[in-house]
């Protein structure tokens, strides 16, 4: 499959200040001559995944292509500005996770055409495009393979450089890992990220990233260790970097972490103050 990609501007708290919009364009089995005699005389079949607003790039690629579906890999305002208006000018198929409808609705203002759960697959030229389920930064957050064998659209699973944010309340540090691991085991050729240039070395990225992870969570529980208890004391403790605005980011990322720490009984976290398991 062909993927492309387009940087739009968009209020976001990402680094690039630019949200990665995608059109999946699929294969077919004619001859090269056949296919672009059909390129010719007809728009290309796509999906548009992501459209966090509009430029003029977007609308001249929409505009040469039959875009036949519109996905999100989860519905932040950062990646669905643009949804409702290109769903009116291509009459497109748009699609929201079952039982995410609502968040949908509220983040896009339309209903979704139709809804999927992870695994389905939706036909694109002489291939298809699967659905994974990958929660962690987003409760509703899925990734998009582009075929069996194609690049996976990862969201913002995973960035090329820098950390993804999976703030509690509604990240979940726990998904967010095991999301990490999963995309891992899948060992795509590339991963094509909600912000930021494409990951051509996906597991030594994937890799980082739970590192990372891991590296932050350990500090965390350092900072229990010695004593710190709010989340105010414990991100002193747990960061050692100027966090000027970030700081708030930086406060929910560490709830997320307290949060998966707590349900593994590595700590004590009544919401309000974190201490070390009884027998420590």
Do not use: Q
């Amino acid at each position: 499959m062909d993927v492309t990609r387009w940087s739009v501007p968009v209020a976001t708290r990402a680094p690039t200040g630019e949200t990665n919009a995608y059109l999946i364009r699929g294969t077919t089995g004619s001859s090269p001559d056949d296919d672009r005699d059909r390129r010719e005389s007809d728009p290309e079949s796509a999906i548009l995944v992501d459209p966090a607003a509009r430029t003029d790039a977007l609308d001249r690629a929409v505009r040469e292509r039959s875009v036949d579906h519109v996905l999100v890999t989860h519905a932040h305002p950062d990646h669905v500005g643009a949804v409702d208006a290109y769903a009116a000018e291509t009459g497109a198929t748009v699609w929201a996770r079952d039982g995410r409808v609502d968040r949908f609705r509220d983040a896009t203002g339309r209903d979704p055409d139709r809804t999927f759960a992870p695994g389905t697959t939706i036909p694109l030229g002489d291939e298809r495009v699967r659905l994974l389920d990958a929660p962690g930064h987003a409760p509703d957050h899925v990734a998009i393979a582009a075929g069996n064998t194609g690049p996976i659209l990862c969201g913002d699973c995973a960035v090329r450089e820098g950390s993804v944010v999976v703030g509690a309340p509604e990240g979940d540090m726990r998904a967010y890992v095991t999301t990490l691991r999963r995309l891992w085991a899948m060992d795509p050729p590339a991963l094509y990220p909600g912000h930021g240039p494409e990951i051509d070395a996906p597991r030594a990225t994937l890799e980082r990233l739970l590192s990372h992870r891991a590296d932050r969570e350990r500090r965390v529980l350092e900072a229990v260790s010695d004593g710190a208890e709010t989340i105010g004391e414990i991100l002193d403790g747990a960061y050692e970097k100027d966090l000027s605005g970030v700081r708030d980011l930086a406060r929910t990322t560490v709830r997320a972490h307290l949060e998966k720490l707590a349900v593994e009984g590595r700590l004590a976290w009544d919401g309000e103050r974190a201490t070390p398991p009884e027998g420590d």
